[in-house]
Nanobody, 128 residues
Framework: QVQVTESGGGLVQAGGSLRLSCTAS????????LGWFRQAPGKARERISC????????YYADSVKGRFTISRDNAKNTVYLQMNDLNPEDTAMYYC?????????????????????WGHGTQVTVSP
């Protein structure tokens, strides 16, 4: 049974940083698409960053571009989301996703398709 688990969320002041981590049991993170979504109360779920294959294949939503960085450490079976210069609009539940079936297309300008595996989320709260 596959289980994806996020960690690293918390409360931070505006301008601060957090690094989210995501690991999985029953699933080995490989070169297939991985990503992060977020959802704030009363708002639609947002696809914020995706990673595929070589490190040049990274997608960022405009809302986080230049502030967030996605990376992967296959040896640790972990994907990260480094979040800098946080602001209150970044407050949300953050979800890690994985697509070992290669159904998701990732380029630097798009991340399209459905991720099969989702974590339960980690809460990020940014105070003014």
């Amino acid at each position: 049974q596959v289980q994806v688990t996020e960690s690293g969320g918390g409360l931070v002041q505006a301008g601060g940083s957090l690094r989210l981590s995501c690991t999985a049991s029953g699933l080995t993170f490989g070169e297939y698409p991985l990503g992060w979504f977020r959802q704030a109360p009363g708002k639609a779920r947002e696809r914020i960053s995706c990673l595929y294959g070589s490190y040049t294949d990274k997608y960022y939503a405009d809302s986080v571009k230049g502030r967030f960085t996605i990376s992967r450490d296959n040896a640790k079976n972990t994907v990260y989301l480094q979040m800098n210069d946080l602001n209150p609009e970044d407050t949300a539940m953050y979800y890690c996703v994985a697509d070992p079936e290669y159904q998701v297309l990732v380029t630097t300008t798009m991340c399209s398709g459905n991720f099969r595996y989702w974590g339960h989320g980690t809460q990020v709260t940014v105070s003014p």
